[in-house]
């Protein structure tokens, strides 16, 4: 009895293994959410139409990045996607900085470029597709993330209720780089302490 049963160990050691492996990547990934990001995801619209106009006259759909630390951070080397299965889809080039404080401008038009002060990433946002705002490190460590799942009408923006905050607004006049007044309030993000994360910003496991 004993010989037939030896046999199955050494496959649930590795299973247990496995699955302690893919419990700790996650808790990884919320304490990276939630305490360790300097840059994150403040305001993005995917129903741009009227709104915020880029370098080049266009009016593609955005993100804003807002730098919450007391010294400026440099975005090179980093990635921005909208695929959580590439989140290094996009590399952000060399010379992309956020001041203290401040903000930087995500137009995605596809256009695969940082020009103007402005990230062009190589791909575009839509609303209808369950697609994500991804932000990580050169280093592959999730700094912000979020599912689109709130759809907007034309040209409101979607955000955090004021800059940094942990409750998430819809705004009828986005105003990248200001606090706009919102019209709809949303359910919080998680608390920096907690690692409870909320359907409209989730962590991902960048091993998958």
């Not at 293994?17 to 840059?39: D, E, P, R, W």
């Amino acid at each position: 009895m004993f010989l037939l049963l030896a046999p199955k160990q050494p496959f649930k050691l590795k299973k247990c293994i496995k699955v302690m492996k893919t419990l700790l990547t996650a808790c990884s990934v919320v304490f990276f959410l939630s305490g360790n990001a300097q840059v994150i995801i403040n305001e993005y619209s995917c129903s741009n139409s009227n709104g915020p106009t880029d370098s080049f006259g266009d009016t593609p759909d955005w993100v804003e990045l807002h730098n919450i630390g007391a010294a400026t951070f440099d975005l090179s080397g980093f990635y921005l996607s909208d695929n959580s299965n590439n989140i290094a889809k996009w590399e952000i080039p060399a010379g992309a900085t956020v001041p203290a404080g401040g903000y930087i401008m995500v137009y995605c038009s596809k256009r695969d470029q940082f020009t103007a002060g402005e990230l062009h990433p190589s791909f575009g946002l839509t609303q209808t597709k369950n697609e994500w705002i991804i932000l990580s490190s050169s280093g592959g460590a999730i700094q912000d993330s979020l599912k689109i799942v709130n759809m907007t009408q034309d040209d409101h923006s979607y955000g955090r209720t004021t800059d940094g905050a942990l409750t998430w607004s819809i705004f009828p006049t986005p105003t990248p780089g200001a606090d706009p007044t919102p019209i709809v309030k949303e359910t919080p993000n998680p608390d920096p302490t907690s690692t409870s994360v909320p359907p409209t910003q989730v962590s991902i496991d960048p091993t998958q």
